[in-house]
């Protein structure tokens, strides 16, 4: 089983250029929205915003499980997937739960990516809602 690293000091993310550069999109987002729309809303403005800063990126990317060599098509979906790199799932929730989490780490171990972010923008400063995984 791989252990996994939450990463959430400032100078930890400053490291990887593409996470700040991800998270300074996000905060863009946050600064001109604010706090209390849908997820779904979010998602497509930090879309647009990434491309913008020229990234590539796919939105609701499917992730298929396999199981005994089969792959199987369960439905999951990736928020946002920037420079086929880092996973960004993307909530609106009054506070992430260890559910969401356990989430995002799924989709990282069903996937060849090894980071991902977890990003909830109903928070008053946004920082205070993100977190950082790295396989």
Do not use: W
């Amino acid at each position: 089983m791989k252990s996994y690293h939450v990463i959430e000091s400032k100078e930890q993310c400053q490291l990887d250029p593409l996470t700040s550069s991800i998270i300074g999109s996000a905060i863009e987002v946050h600064r001109n929205l604010g706090p209390g729309l849908l997820e779904s809303i979010y998602e497509e403005c930090l879309l647009y915003e990434l491309r913008l800063r020229g990234h590539l990126v796919e939105q609701q990317k499917q992730l298929p499980v396999v199981y005994k060599n089969i792959h199987l098509d369960c439905g999951y979906r990736l928020d946002l997937v920037v420079e086929n790199q880092v996973i960004l799932e993307i909530k609106s929730v009054q506070e992430l739960l260890p559910i969401h989490e356990a989430q995002l780490l799924s989709y990282l171990k069903l996937s060849d990516i090894s980071i991902g972010l977890l990003i909830n923008f109903n928070v008053r400063i946004l920082k205070e809602g993100i977190r950082r995984f790295k396989l």
